[in-house]
C-alpha cells in the first residue's frame, strides 16, 4: 500500500480535509518510516499507537522505552557559546540525529525530535524577551504586560526572531527527518501559562480576582493564537508522511496535541479553573484528532473533575512531581482517571521516578488497572534493561487476562 493514494505530497487544505479519512491514515501509518527500527516491529509498534487511541488496544500498555547512548555512534562537537545549542540551525540537527542513532527504542518508542526554545518560547513569539538555558533544558521570559489596557490584543509578528527561528529549526527537522523520525508538535505553553510568563505569576493571581475582563479577553486571544501554532506546524509537519507526535512521546497518523500546559492552575480554585480556562481547554481538544492532557502535580488533581466531563479529551498524562510518590501510590486518582473513559501516561525518568523499581511497579498498575488503557514511558539506563521491561510489561500483562 505504500505510496499508492499520493505520489507527491499533497496541500495541507487537501490533506487536512483528507486526514479523518481510513485510507488515507493507512497511507500515513505505512509510510512512517526510520531507519533505526525494522519494518515489521515499526509496523507493529505504529499499529498499537492507533490501537490506543481509538481504545482497541491489545497485550498490555503501550510501553515507550528508550536508553540513551545504547549504541555506538557520531559524537557532535558542542559550538562556542550555550546559547547556540538551541540556536545554531546546523548544530541541533547533526546533534539530534547523532542522539537519535544511539539510541536504543525498545517496545513502542519511536525516534522523535520535537524543536523547542524552552518552555517560555510561547512568550517569546508574543514579543517576551527570552532567556535560554539549554544546559538546565529551560527558559525564561521578562513579563512586559504592566496594564492590559496598553495590550488590547495579542498576535505573532511574522518577523518574531524566536518565532523564524523555530519554524527554521521545524522545517529542517521534517527535512533531515524524513525516513528517520518524527517531528512533534510543540511544547506549547499557551492559555493562562503564557499569560503568567508576559504578566508576572503573582499579578496575573491577583487579575483573575480583581480585574478579570482583560484576562478573560487574552485567553480567548490565547486559545486563537495556540489554534494558528497548531495548523502553521501541521503546514510544514503533515506531508511528510511520518505522522505526528509530541514532548510526552506517543504516535498517530492524525494530529496528536498535549493540551494543559497550564502549571498555574496549581494556584486557583476548580471555579476559576472552568471560568478562566475551561473554554481554551475545551477549544483546544476539539482542534486535535487525539488530545492528551498534561496533569502536573498534586495541585492540579482538584480539576481532574471538570476534565473527566471534556469529549475530546483521550488521554490524561499523571506528572506526579520531584520527591513525590511514584505512580502507584495514586491508584485512586489513576482509577477516577479511567473510570471517566480517558487512558492515563505515566513517566519513569529522571527525578520524576526515574529511580524507582519498574517492575513492581507495573506489578501494581497492571492488577489495579486497565493495563490496555495504560501508556507508561519510560528511561532505561541500557537496551537489555528497555527490553526486559518491555517484556515483563507483556508477561503481567497475560498474567492478569490483558
Excluded at 525494522?38 to 509498534?45: C, D, H
Excluded at 533544558?137 to 526572531?161: C, G, L, Q, R, Y
Aim: aromatic fraction near 12%.
Amino acid at each position: 500500500m505504500r505510496g499508492t493514494i499520493f505520489r507527491s505530497p499533497p496541500s495541507f487544505s487537501y490533506f487536512y480535509a483528507w486526514s479523518r479519512h481510513e485510507y488515507f491514515i493507512n497511507y500515513l501509518r505505512f509510510s512512517m518510516r526510520t531507519l533505526w527500527i525494522e519494518e515489521q516491529p515499526l509496523a507493529r509498534t505504529l499499529a498499537r499507537h492507533e490501537a490506543f487511541w481509538r481504545g482497541e488496544l491489545e497485550e498490555g500498555p503501550l510501553m515507550w522505552v528508550t536508553a540513551a547512548n545504547a549504541k555506538p555512534g557520531p559524537l557532535i562537537t558542542e559550538p562556542a557559546s550555550e546559547e547556540e545549542l538551541w540556536t545554531n540551525v546546523d548544530y541541533v540537527i547533526a546533534s539530534t540525529e547523532a542522539s537519535l542513532a544511539r539510541t536504543h527504542f525498545a517496545g513502542d518508542a519511536l525516534p522523535v525530535f520535537c524543536p523547542w526554545l524552552g518552555p517560555d518560547q510561547f512568550a517569546a513569539w508574543l514579543g517576551a524577551e527570552l532567556m535560554l538555558k539549554p544546559r538546565a533544558f529551560t527558559s525564561w521570559a521578562k513579563p512586559f504586560v504592566v496594564d492590559w489596557d496598553d495590550h488590547p490584543e495579542f498576535h505573532i509578528a511574522a518577523d518574531n526572531h524566536w518565532w523564524q527561528l523555530y519554524l527554521d529549526i521545524l522545517r529542517e527537522s521534517v527535512r533531515a527527518g524524513r525516513d528517520k523520525w518524527v517531528t512533534g508538535y510543540p511544547d506549547l505553553h499557551t492559555g493562562v501559562d503564557a499569560l503568567s510568563a508576559i504578566r508576572g505569576r503573582d499579578r496575573l493571581a491577583l487579575d483573575l480576582i480583581e480585574n478579570p475582563a482583560p484576562v478573560l479577553r487574552a485567553m480567548r486571544q490565547m486559545t486563537a493564537l495556540w489554534k494558528q501554532v497548531v495548523d502553521t506546524v501541521s503546514e510544514i509537519v503533515l506531508p511528510a508522511g511520518q505522522g505526528t507526535t509530541n514532548w510526552t512521546m506517543g504516535w498517530s497518523g492524525q494530529r496528536f496535541l498535549c493540551i494543559g500546559q497550564n502549571d498555574f492552575t496549581c494556584m486557583i480554585s476548580p471555579r476559576m479553573f472552568e471560568d478562566f480556562c475551561g473554554a481554551d481547554t475545551r477549544e483546544c481538544c476539539d482542534h486535535a484528532d487525539w488530545a492528551m492532557y498534561h496533569l502536573d502535580g498534586p495541585g492540579a488533581i482538584r480539576h481532574v473533575p471538570w476534565l473527566l466531563r471534556l469529549e475530546k479529551l483521550h488521554c490524561v498524562q499523571w506528572i506526579q512531581g520531584a520527591g513525590q510518590k511514584p505512580p502507584s501510590q495514586w491508584l485512586e486518582l489513576l482509577r477516577q482517571i479511567q473510570a471517566g473513559g480517558k487512558t492515563v501516561q505515566l513517566y519513569y525518568g529522571g527525578a520524576h521516578g526515574g529511580d524507582v523499581d519498574l517492575k513492581s511497579e507495573l506489578d501494581i498498575l497492571c492488577r489495579a488497572l486497565d493495563p490496555n488503557r495504560l501508556f507508561i514511558w519510560a528511561e532505561a539506563g541500557s537496551a537489555q534493561q528497555a527490553d526486559a521491561i518491555v517484556c515483563y510489561a507483556r508477561q503481567v500483562a497475560r498474567d492478569n487476562g490483558a
